[in-house]
């Protein structure tokens, strides 16, 4: 009887195994309370639009994807440890990490467990160069998307260009590209700025803003920062013309905004959520209009992750290898992938993504305008 025993709970211990293979577990650590809760609901909703249409139609090679999701607080001490956890739970990959510290801080994890990170939400140049074997990205680089911003500003007329940044990685890639469209320009900025990540004092820097008469001030910070430096600025009395960058482009910065919405110029790293000549918006505009939802600009740039993680999953289930090892060589051979009118071409030298910036401005309507 005893031996019985045992062979039945093996048996129950293999059928309980089996089942849990037969989920596809993909990990993420973000911010989903914090200085950018509401931009990383937004992404990974966007996400979920896809990975669900997926799901509903059998998965891959049978098996559906499940997103697990833990709350880094937008802290990048938590990331590392959330990271360490997805992957002890068994996750294939990692995706859509939110933030330049926060995802730098699981690099030495995904190299000593040999998985992938697809698509952080963060637009780090140390992401891109030089190339890390295990990081994919998909949308643009942060001092891509600046210097087109800075750009834009230039081409209009405007000379006197503040800038103010966070003190931190994220806030320095940024400035780097902000900088090096003002050089293109000929321009030097006529005052530049930091403050501290985690306790920011916006009035005092906004003061030396407004003194120093800028036209526009280019602001290079999460979400919530960035809305308390345009009401200290505007309480300052200047009225410069603010622009921020795309981890910025949400309907939760929006509202965080109040009354001082309007007009601020936020960079993109998508077409525009209401282009439906790109067949990508089109596709995620038809799957959010069945859920009764409104497609945004982070939806968007999560829909676009998720189509890039779908790929390599089923060219690694096609490969016969879904594993953490096959997602990592079905993604690093990729080559030419089409998104939607937008063409993604991984290989082992090369695991840059999209290289697309544009600028939006928010209307009367509390709605990008491209």
Do not use: C
Not at 87 to 115: C, M
Not at 141 to 160: D, F, I, S
Not at 311 to 330: I, N, P, T, V
């Amino acid at each position: 009887m005893r031996l019985r025993a045992i062979v039945l709970g093996v048996a129950l211990l293999g059928g309980l195994n089996a089942a849990a293979w037969a989920q596809i577990k993909i990990g993420q650590t973000a911010g989903f309370t914090g200085a950018v809760a509401a931009g990383v609901k937004e992404v990974t909703d966007g996400a979920k639009l896809y990975l669900d249409a997926v799901n509903a139609q059998g998965g891959v090679a049978g098996q559906k994807i499940e997103l697990v999701s833990l709350d880094d607080k937008f802290d990048p001490k938590l990331s590392a440890p959330n990271a360490k956890q997805l992957i002890d739970q068994g996750v294939l990959a990692l995706f859509l990490t939110r933030g330049t510290p926060q995802s730098q801080a699981i690099l030495p994890l995904l190299a000593e467990h040999k998985l992938a990170l697809i698509a952080p939400s963060t637009g780090a140049m140390l992401l891109h160069r030089p190339v890390n074997p295990f990081v994919f990205n998909v949308r643009a680089t942060y001092q891509r998307e600046a210097e087109r911003a800075v750009q834009h500003l230039a081409g209009m007329g405007v000379t006197r260009i503040g800038l103010v940044q966070v003190d931190d990685s994220f806030g320095d890639d940024g400035a780097t590209g902000a900088l090096k469209g003002l050089q293109t320009a000929r321009l030097q900025p006529t005052v530049h700025l930091k403050y501290a990540r985690a306790k920011p004092e916006l009035a005092p820097l906004m003061k030396q803003v407004a003194q120093a008469d800028v036209q526009a001030l280019v602001f290079i910070g999460a979400a919530e920062p960035t809305a308390d430096g345009v009401e200290a600025l505007r309480a300052a009395g200047s009225n410069a013309q603010l622009v921020t960058l795309s981890n910025n482009a949400s309907s939760g910065f929006i509202k965080a905004l109040k009354g001082q919405a309007r007009g601020v110029i936020v960079s993109q790293v998508f077409p525009s959520e209401r282009s439906l000549n790109t067949p990508l918006v089109r596709e995620a505009q038809g799957l959010a209009k069945a859920r009764g939802t409104e497609l945004t600009p982070q939806n968007l740039e999560g829909f676009a992750a998720a189509k890039v993680l779908v790929e390599g999953l089923k060219k690694a289930a096609k490969d016969k290898d879904l594993s953490r090892g096959g997602l990592l060589r079905a993604l690093d051979n990729l080559g030419k992938f089409d998104i939607g009118g937008l063409e993604v071409n991984f290989n082992p030298g090369d695991h840059t993504g999209l290289d697309y910036a544009d600028v939006s401005i928010i209307g009367p309507d509390g709605k990008f305008w491209r």
